[in-house]
């Protein structure tokens, strides 16, 4: 009788595990968020921008996802997956640049904010606060240097390159 008992509550304990997982696997949240514009002046439409969202867990990809601003460039992405560790990637597209912002599960009720700008293609929007050139090994038989190049180059314009 005893050990009919165990068997019972080995299964029940199975078959809760086994609804349980799946009923939180289908856990899912809406990110929500809005685009604007950060060049002054500019005459911006929300309906220029492309806004994707990818679920990563680890480096993998589990949902891939589209949606467009409203008129004042608010933005939901709905019923994306809820899971631990993963990763939520929002990248906008404007006047051909890319932005982006991320999320972590714990962070999910906050709302994304992505500021986009107006392109230009002068290189005058563009300084070159600081410049550094580091050796960091060398080899006179082998005729071989390694060097490491930094820089810090600063945009103030409010427009993109």
């Known amino acids: 009788m005893r050990r009919a008992f165990v068997l019972a509550a080995a299964c029940v304990a199975l078959w809760l595990a086994a609804v349980t997982v799946p009923a939180w696997a289908q856990e899912t949240a809406d990110i929500t968020g809005s685009v604007r ?19 990563l867990e680890g480096v993998v990809s589990i ?3 589209t949606t467009a601003p409203d ?11 809820v899971g631990p560790g993963r990763v939520y990637f929002v990248s906008a597209e404007y006047g051909g640049a890319a932005y982006s912002a991320s ?3 714990e962070d999910l ?28 090994g060398a080899d006179a038989n082998e005729r071989f ?8 180059v600063v945009n103030d314009s409010g427009r993109t390159l």
């Open 37 to 55: 514009n950060g060049t002054p002046g500019a005459d911006f439409d929300p309906a220029d921008v492309r806004l994707a969202l990818n679920v």
């Open 71 to 81: 008129a004042e460039g608010r933005f939901v992405f709905s019923g994306a997956p």
């Open 145 to 152: 240097i390694e060097v490491f190049e930094r820089a810090h």
């Open 103 to 105: 999320l972590r599960t």
């Open 63 to 65: 949902s891939e996802t």
């Open 109 to 136: 009720g906050a709302p994304v904010q992505i500021t986009v700008y107006e392109p230009t293609a002068s290189t005058d929007a563009l300084r070159v606060e600081s410049h550094s050139v580091i050796v960091t």
